[in-house]
T-cell receptor, first 112, second 115 residues
Framework: QQQVKQSPQSLIVQKGGISIINCAYE??????FPWYQQFPGKGPALLIA?????SEKKEGRFTISFNKSAKQFSLHIMDSQPGDSATYFC???????????FGTGTKLQVIP | DTGVSQNPRHKITKRGQNVTFRCDPISEHNRLYWYRQTLGQGPEFLTY????????KSRLLSDRFSAERPKGSFSTLEIQRTEQGDSAMYLC?????????????FGPGTRLTVT
């Protein structure tokens, strides 16, 4: 049962540009909305997370924008670098079940 | 390296055989999770342990799957009578119970190929 929908499936951005990945969720019981970054051959690594009562969170070049009424949230990567090339997953975390529900992923390629 | 470790990293098996994977969490973490990731998809939750107790199981975890964490440290995931549909990356994660338990640390995974 797909509860977190993610787009686009793939994204190519020039070095220095802004990468934007969008997600929508259905389950209003999520307690946090984390973003994970995954490189080939590695497990996902937590990048940044936001609570549903906050509209924006920024950590370095990474910003989450959250729209609770629309049940949508997005990741913005400012000044994208080739080292940011990876697959990004948005997710919802349910504290009651200790379960992370992942989106389908966005493969980001940052070209020089 | 004090991260989550998983063994083996790759496993090729024939349909019908049993396989077992091992996960060693970060040493002080009392919560341990198993996820399955198929190609081009996000990881899907399978089960989670707090210490040695298995507290949550997904409907994805059929009767052929069993997970254990006997002493609250490492965990094993066994798949009996493997099927081709079991081919996937099996990921283990761990966390420390507390305020920010959404922060799960993932291992590199075990890639299973069933021929």
């Amino acid at each position: 049962q797909q509860q977190v929908k993610q787009s686009p499936q793939s994204l190519i951005v020039q070095k220095g540009g802004i990468s934007i990945i969008n997600c929508a969720y259905e389950n209003t019981a999520f307690d946090y909305f984390p973003w994970y970054q995954q490189f080939p051959g590695k497990g996902p690594a937590l990048l940044i997370a936001i609570r549903p009562d906050v509209s924006e969170k920024k950590e370095g070049r990474f910003t989450i924008s959250f729209n609770k009424s629309a049940k949508q949230f997005s990741l913005h990567i400012m000044d994208s670098q080739p080292g940011d090339s990876a697959t990004y997953f948005c997710a919802g975390f349910s504290g009651g079940y200790q379960k992370v529900t992942f989106g389908t992923g966005t493969k980001l390629q940052v070209i020089p | 390296d004090t991260g989550v470790s998983q063994n083996p990293r790759h496993k090729i098996t024939k349909r019908g055989q049993n396989v077992t994977f091992r996960c060693d969490p970060i040493s002080e973490h009392n919560r341990l999770y198993w996820y399955r990731q198929t190609l081009g998809q996000g990881p899907e939750f399978l089960t989670y342990f707090q210490n040695e107790a298995q507290l949550e199981k997904s409907r994805l975890l059929s009767d052929r799957f069993s997970a254990e964490r006997p002493k609250g440290s490492f965990s094993t995931l066994e798949i009996q009578r493997t099927e081709q549909g079991d081919s996937a990356m099996y990921l283990c994660a761990s966390s420390l119970s507390g305020a920010d338990t959404y922060e799960q640390y993932f291992g590199p995974g075990t890639r299973l190929t069933v021929t």
